[in-house]
């Protein structure tokens, strides 16, 4: 093995410069030549590389986004697609690819794998949404920035008495919302997989103005509506709910951090995990292994097959985590 390449796809999270940066300098250390790959498989397909050598990610562990920039490639989809990106890299004389992102990049991943192609995955995604791993490079720093948003929120909904439903990025999962609604002391927490309903939200604010208590943070994922078979209900609509279903005396504000929790600096433990993902998938690539995912299992790195990294179910929510989160609200 000579040369390798890192790119950065789907959706960017906290950590994925630090993650890049250490497939760069344990690369070069190990002798090899590594490319960039700017804007993902979008990239690839069209052959935009650039050579990375150990100054070209000075200052990048601290940074957020993505420096190679990240895309959705519609393309890449295709079997066409498929095939150009697998072409760029034997073009280019590349023996294998490192790429960082969430499970949909995983599954391009496997697409080119079965084209011929030694590609490895780091998990970078703030929904860790991923099986098979506990952790994923950006969870941390947007659990801490959604957190910081509920604070910010609770002096306001404790000085007017409000009721505030605060919005958590996860289409598809409830991680996020979970993790910050604990933390940020959340009374209700709704995730798309765990059922809930309207009647009930409000039955348990009621319950709550009944016991005395003049406020209430509800933090909703944006899929939670999934739960409930209305995959299109936001946070707005509960707000909207709530208010025409309280007294008049009950203020209602919905609020919507969105990709506010996607920016930012990343935080010491997700600076940390990308570095050791980054490691973990050079040497991946150095022992001859092909289509799987570093990660960290309990405590551990492992290596993960990407079939099982890309499994429709998603990373179960944490059941225990969510009855003790109810318990303590
Ligand atoms: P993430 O990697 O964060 O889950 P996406 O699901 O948007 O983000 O996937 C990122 C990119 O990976 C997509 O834009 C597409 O180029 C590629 N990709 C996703 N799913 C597939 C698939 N089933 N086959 C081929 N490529 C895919
Ligand atoms: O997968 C990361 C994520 O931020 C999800 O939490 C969110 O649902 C989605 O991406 C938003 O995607 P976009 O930036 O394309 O609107």
């Known amino acids: 093995m000579r040369n390798i390449a890192v790119l950065t796809s789907g959706g960017d999270s906290p950590g994925m410069n630090a993650a890049v940066r250490a497939v760069v300098r344990v690369g070069r250390s190990a002798g090899l030549t590594v490319y960039g790959v700017k804007r993902g498989y979008e990239g690839l397909i069209h052959a935009e590389l650039e050579q990375m050598p150990l100054g070209s990610v000075s200052n990048w562990v601290n940074s957020g986004g993505s420096k190679l920039e990240c895309a959705r490639c519609a393309e890449m989809y295709t079997v066409s697609g498929q095939k150009r990106a697998v072409q760029t890299l034997k073009n280019w004389d590349i023996d294998g690819l490192v790429v960082i992102g969430g499970d949909g990049s995983f599954r391009g991943a496997s697409k080119m794998v079965k084209l011929g192609a030694r590609v490895v995955g780091a998990p970078g995604t703030i929904d860790n949404d991923i099986p098979g791993i ?132 990343p935080t010491a433990a997700d600076r940390i995990y990308a570095t050791r993902c980054g490691k973990a998938a050079v040497e991946a690539l150095l022992a001859g292994h092909n289509g799987l995912m570093v990660g960290e299992l309990n405590g551990q790195m492992v290596e993960v097959p990407m079939k099982s990294a890309t499994s429709r179910s998603g990373r179960r929510i944490d059941r225990e985590l969510y009855n003790l989160a109810m318990q303590v609200s």
Request: aromatic share 6%; glycine share 10%; with cysteine.
């Open 134 to 265: 506990d952790n994923t490079i950006g969870f941390d720093t947007a659990v801490n920035t959604l957190t910081y948003c509920i604070n910010q929120l609770r002096d306001t909904a404790e000085s007017h008495q409000r009721t505030f439903v605060v919005e958590a990025m996860g289409r598809h999962s409830g991680h996020i919302a979970l993790h910050a609604g604990i933390s940020g002391g959340a009374d209700i927490i709704l995730v798309p997989e765990i059922t809930w309903s309207e009647k009930k939200v409000v039955k348990m604010v009621q319950r709550r103005i009944d016991q005395g208590k003049k406020f209430h943070l509800i933090v909703m994922a944006e899929g939670a509506g999934r739960a409930i078979k209305k995959p299109d209900y936001k946070a707005f609509d509960l707000v909207d709910y709530i208010d025409a279903n309280t007294a008049e005396s009950v203020t209602v504000r919905g609020c919507m951090p969105g990709h506010i929790q996607r920016g930012g600096a």
